[in-house]
């Protein structure tokens, strides 16, 4: 096996331990920490929220939330450019999954929400009024993280066992 077969198979394995990592968090946000936070009162729920959302900015989730994505782009490059080679239509459809699942949704659904969030008094009748619909809306797209993420660790395994068996 040469080198950039070894470090492409080591490129993979990072990647999918990446998407498994945050799909086990999207997971443990739909599984019960939205539920926990939909059984108290709003005021609460939404103080817990937004506190959520300023600590999930630090150094290490970050580092794993946007490193995933560097490696996911890395590896949809390679299988372009490498295609038809064993494993290239599954590291494609893994990586594409964890970019358009997760980093897009994100972006585009997730991030507006808590930055409307945050801008709320968590003891107004506003931020009680919106409390139930962002966090069913949250939700919902949390679950299409979750789901985006764990297979895409699905299909970057079959591509780590597809190019190590045609080694």
Same mark, same amino acid.
């Given at each position: 096996?040469?080198?950039?077969?070894?470090?492409?198979?080591?490129?993979?394995?990072?990647?999918?331990?990446?998407?498994?990592? %945050?799909?086990?968090?999207?997971?443990?946000?739909?599984?019960?920490? %939205?539920?926990?936070?939909?059984?108290?009162?709003?005021?609460?729920?939404?103080?817990? %929220?937004?506190?959520?959302?300023?600590?999930?900015?630090?150094?290490?989730?970050?580092?794993?939330?946007?490193?995933?994505?560097?490696?996911?782009?890395?590896?949809?490059?390679?299988?372009?450019?490498?295609?038809?080679?064993?494993?290239?239509?599954?590291?494609?459809?893994?990586s594409g999954l964890y970019l358009l699942g997760n980093v897009l949704v994100t972006?585009?659904?997730?991030?507006?929400?808590?930055?409307?969030?945050?801008?709320?008094?968590?003891?107004?009748?506003?931020?009680?009024?919106?409390?139930?619909?962002?966090?069913?809306?949250?939700?919902?797209?949390?679950?299409?993280?979750?789901?985006?993420?764990?297979?895409?660790?699905?299909?970057? %395994?079959?591509?780590?066992?597809?190019?190590?068996?045609?080694?």
């Open positions: 096996m040469s080198i950039a077969d070894t470090l492409l198979l080591l490129l993979i394995l990072v990647t999918a331990l990446g998407c498994g990592l %945050m799909g086990g968090l999207f997971f443990a946000f739909s599984n019960f920490v %939205m539920q926990a936070l939909e059984r108290i009162p709003a005021q609460s729920a939404v103080t817990a %929220m937004q506190s959520i959302n300023q600590v999930v900015l630090n150094r290490l989730f970050l580092s794993l939330f946007l490193g995933t994505a560097v490696t996911c782009a890395i590896l949809l490059t390679w299988a372009w450019l490498r295609w038809p080679l064993p494993g290239s239509l599954c590291i494609g459809i893994g972006m585009l659904f997730n991030v507006p929400r808590n930055q409307s969030l945050a801008r709320l008094e968590p003891a107004s009748s506003e931020a009680a009024s919106a409390w139930p619909s962002y966090a069913r809306v949250w939700n919902r797209w949390n679950h299409v993280r979750t789901i985006t993420a764990l297979a895409a660790t699905a299909w970057l %395994m079959v591509a780590l066992l597809r190019v190590v068996w045609t080694q």
